[in-house]
Nanobody, 128 residues
Framework: QVQLVDSGGGLVQAGGSLRLSCAAS????????MGWFRQAPGKERESVAA????????YYADSVKGRFTISRDNAKNTVYLQMNSLRPEDTAVYYC?????????????????????WGQGTQVTVSS
């Protein structure tokens, strides 16, 4: 098992940046494929990004490609989401998640049902 605590959200103007962090305890972070998801008001949760156990492979939703970067520091048991060029439509609660699977590839690595451990969520609000 792994426990996840995500943080780093806040209020930012359009065009600004935020860096989200997800700290893991329990099993070491390198045991898990990791992902970031988000849920906007009135909408279903959607995939944002995912990263392989070693960090060698990353995947992104089309809506954030070129603006967001997922990374991990397994020595610190932490995964990050760097968000640049933020837009009002990026406003959502962001969740980190650990996968139930050892290896995943696109598109399964971006599928919510491949993840079984979730952080509590951190609010990101982008003003226009």
């Amino acid at each position: 098992q792994v426990q996840l605590v995500d943080s780093g959200g806040g209020l930012v103007q359009a065009g600004g940046s935020l860096r989200l962090s997800c700290a893991a305890s329990g099993r070491t972070l390198n045991s898990y494929v990791m992902g970031w998801f988000r849920q906007a008001p009135g909408k279903e949760r959607e995939s944002v990004a995912a990263i392989s156990r070693s960090g060698g492979s990353t995947y992104y939703a089309d809506s954030v490609k070129g603006r967001f970067t997922i990374s991990r520091d397994n020595a610190k048991n932490t995964v990050y989401l760097q968000m640049n060029s933020l837009r009002p439509e990026d406003t959502a609660v962001y969740y980190c998640a650990a996968s139930l699977y050892t290896y995943l590839s696109y598109p399964q690595i971006l599928a919510e049902n491949r993840y079984g451990y979730w952080g509590q969520g951190t609010q990101v609000t982008v003003s226009s």
